[in-house]
């Protein structure tokens, strides 16, 4: 399984959202949306892909940075500092009111989830156009949500496997994602001009509580 950056930064990258925006527009919806009892700082970065999600650095419960990540394509990469792995449901609200698409992307050992995401007339989040997800729950769970016809590059053949975990493996969530525009395992497909948007929150909350990668990682290790 090809990971990003050999896996140096999970569990940031465990989870990873695309929208279908400029990186400068993003951050600046970002700090729009975010509650007014917060302030929040928007920075352009410079530097390496590496660089860039080091800025996240160090990891927060209560999330307290995110980055918005250009790519090679027209789709700007959305991490946070959250310990579990990057919290990316903000992109519905994110597609919805920049009337755009997103999607999540997952892709670990115990998890494989590929959603697409439409921005929908009136509704307060985008739509789930298409979600398919292999998850070990403990067994395997399978789950098929949103529009019943399927996207054109779906290998339909695949989800009829006995076994659940290969009915979405790493390699057709690459093929899925390349589909759209997305070569979201590829580190060169990230901060192609070494640039990136840092939006971090200022304000500290009762309970703000931090922790290193490593001890997010050993963590990580441990319940795996």
Known sequence: MTSLLEGRFAPITDQIGFVEAAAEDLADWWVAWEPEDAVYRKTRLSGSFAAILAALLPLAYNRSRVVFVPTRSLWTACFDNRPSGSDVMFIRVAA??????AVRAVSVPDARIFSLYEPKPGALVARTRRSIGAVDDDPWAWDVLGDDEPLPFEELDSYRKRRIADRLTHEMMQR??????????DDDF??????????????????DREITREQAQARRNTTS
């Open 96 to 101: 919805q009111d920049l009337a755009t698409r």
């Open 190 to 207: 990230y901060a192609p001009d070494k640039t990136a948007y840092l939006v971090q929150r200022e304000t500290r909350f009762p309970g």
């Open 176 to 185: 899925y994602l390349h589909a759209i525009g997305i070569d979201a395992y």
